[in-house]
Antibody, heavy 115, light 108 residues
Framework: QVQLVQSGAEVKKPGASAKISCKASGYTFTGYHIHWVRQAPGQGLEWMGWIDPNNGDTRYAQRFQGRVTMTRDTSINTAYLEVSGLRSDDTAIYYC????????WGQGTLVTVSS | EIVLTQSPGTLSLSPGERATLSCRASQSVYSNYLAWYQQKPGQAPRLLIYGASTRATGIPDRFSGSGSGTDFTLTISRLESEDFAMYYCQQYGRSMDTFGGGTKVEIK
């Protein structure tokens, strides 16, 4: 069965970076884009961008350009999201999801930014 | 960027009633690439509808999606207790996706 398993919660200081992983199983990793979506506490869903695991192409939402990097390692079927220059308003649950319409989601990774 | 506006913000209904949720786009959604998700507290969202009107696998037929262009609707024909949750629409497929702000369906 299809699964996306994300890395564990992180606590970071303002200005630091966070790198979250999303390990895929149960399907051909290179066959579907991986999207990243975040949700601040008590807020709605915010699309951050996608990566094409087949060739590494990426597309980022404009508000995250320059601060977000999406990568992948096809040898271990894993996608990564790195957010730099963290601020308190980056505190959120970060989800990975498969495909243009997100049939499968990771369990979410809480990133807390606090001094 | 396409802005999606969901209304109402909160819908207070009783089990067995019909729920009608709206999602309006600031410009036409490409090929009606519009999805609906349900989210319960502490859980990841669950895909309900894609392509504006196609139910995802395993979704009960009391959920239906309709609309085209800039106006889309999610209808829950008869609310069951497990349907009280947050609902989000999403437009996808033209490189820059966006989500609506959500509608909360709560028990009256």
């Amino acid at each position: 069965q299809v699964q996306l398993v994300q890395s564990g919660a992180e606590v970071k200081k303002p200005g630091a970076s966070a790198k979250i992983s999303c390990k895929a199983s149960g399907y051909t990793f290179t066959g579907y884009h991986i999207h990243w979506v975040r949700q601040a506490p008590g807020q709605g869903l915010e699309w951050m961008g996608w990566i094409d695991p087949n060739n590494g192409d990426t597309r980022y939402a404009q508000r995250f350009q320059g601060r977000v990097t999406m990568t992948r390692d096809t040898s271990i079927n894993t996608a990564y999201l790195e957010v730099s220059g963290l601020r308190s308003d980056d505190t959120a649950i970060y989800y990975c999801a498969r495909g243009a319409f997100h049939t499968y989601w990771g369990q979410g990774t809480l990133v807390t930014v606090s001094s | 960027e396409i802005v999606l506006t969901q209304s109402p913000g909160t819908l207070s209904l009783s089990p067995g009633e019909r729920a009608t949720l709206s999602c309006r786009a600031s410009q036409s959604v490409y090929s009606n690439y519009l999805a609906w998700y349900q989210q319960k507290p502490g859980q990841a969202p669950r895909l309900l509808i894609y392509g504006a009107s196609t139910r995802a696998t395993g979704i009960p037929d009391r959920f239906s999606g309709s609309g085209s262009g800039t106006d889309f609707t999610l209808t829950i024909s008869r609310l069951e207790s497990e349907d009280f949750a947050m609902y989000y629409c999403q437009q996808y497929g033209r490189s820059m996706d966006t989500f609506g702000g959500g509608t909360k369906v709560e028990i009256k």
